[in-house]
C-alpha cells in the first residue's frame, strides 16, 4: 500500500526560549495513518493527534524529528496541520519545506497556526517523503524609533516616537498591534505630513542601537549586518499605487527598497528597478525579504531565495521597515488614500565578519 512519510522537525530559534513549537495533525479520510517514534496510531476519520510536545531538545535548541506516515487512498488524503506556540510574543510561525533536508524553501506563513495540507498537492518526490520544519516569527521593537505621517509640533514636522515610549505607543490610525491578525499594522495616507527630503509620508521604523537611545549607523563594507521582514502590503493608493515595505538607507540616500508598483513587487536600488520577484502580487499576500549587507555589497533574498547580490558601497546605514507610501495630493491620490503594510516578524542582527 502506498505511503506519503511526513517529517516534521521542532525547531527553536533562540535556544533560551523554555516553550517550542507543538505540531499536530488531524487525519481526514485516511483509512490509517500510523505514528513513529512513540507517537500513537491514528485509525478513525478526522482524529487529531499530538506530534509533538515541547522537549528538552527543543528548549536546547535544535531540531527534534516527527513522523506520520499516512496511508494515501486515491479518494481522499488529506491533513490539517497545526502549528502552536506558547510564546506570548510569537507572531506566527514560518513553515519550510524540503525533500532532502538540505535545500530548505519558504513554503507557508502561519498566522492563524493552522491550515489545510492536501497530500496529493505536495511536490513529488522519488521516496514518498516531504520534510516540513518552523520557526517561530518574532518582531521586537527595543532597537528602532517610529516615524509618523503626523505632525502635533509647530514646526509641521513629522512625529516620531523613540524608547522607551515605543514599547508601549499604539495609534489606532497609523501604527498598532492587530490580534486577529497576528501583526503590527502600518498606515500612511496620502493626505500625512513628510519629511523634508521626501514628500511622501511614512509609518515606519527606523534602526537604531543601544535599548533604541542612539541611532543606528554602519557600513556595506565592515562587518555583516541582516534584516529579515516577513510582511504583507495590504492597500496602496488609488492613483500612484506605489508602497515601499522595507529598506537599507545610508547616511545621505536609499540604498535598496522592496518595492510594490500596482502588482509588480522588485528590489529598487536607489530609483533603478532590480530584479523583479513577481509581477502578480496580490494585496494581502505574505512574504519574506532579507538583506545581508557585507564586503561592498548587499545579498537580497525573497521567500527563502538568494535572488542576487547588489555591489554597494556606502556608509552610515540603517534599515527601516514598515509602510512608506509613494504618494501624496499633488500625485491625483485623496487625502485619505494610504498605504498599508503588515509586519508578522522581523529580526536583525550584526556581526563583525
Known sequence: MPFAQLNFYQRIVNSSVTAGIIWTAAVIGCQRARGFDGYPVVDPISTAVALAKPSKASVEGGDVELTLRLTLESNVAQLALGLH???????????????????????????????????????????????????????????????LPVSTSPGGTPDEIAQPELAAYRNSDYFYFSPPMNAWVFRAPCGGVATDNSGYPRSELREMTDQGTAMASWSTTSGVHTLEITEAITSI????????????HSASDDVIVVRLEGRKLFFDENGNQGPILTK???????????????????????????????????AGCYFKAGCYTQSNTQKGDEPSAFGEVLIYGMSVSHTSS
Open 237 to 248: 493608493p488609488l492613483v500612484k499605487r506605489h508602497v515601499v515595505a522595507g529598506q537599507i
Open 85 to 147: 506556540s506558547a510564546e506570548t510574543n510569537a507572531l506566527a510561525l514560518a513553515v519550510q519545506s524540503s525533500l532532502d533536508f538540505s535545500n530548505w524553501t519558504d513554503w507557508k506563513i502561519l498566522t492563524n497556526q493552522t491550515l489545510p495540507l492536501a497530500l496529493r498537492d505536495l511536490p513529488a518526490s522519488g521516496e514518498g517523503r516531504q520534510y516540513f520544519r518552523a520557526k517561530i516569527l518574532r518582531c521586537s521593537l527595543t532597537n528602532w524609533k517610529l516615524t
Open 280 to 314: 502578480q502580487y496580490n494585496l494581502g499576500d505574505i512574504f519574506t525579504v532579507k538583506f545581508q549587507a557585507y564586503a561592498g555589497g548587499v545579498d537580497c533574498y525573497y521567500n527563502g531565495l538568494k535572488i542576487y547580490r547588489y555591489a554597494t558601497r556606502a
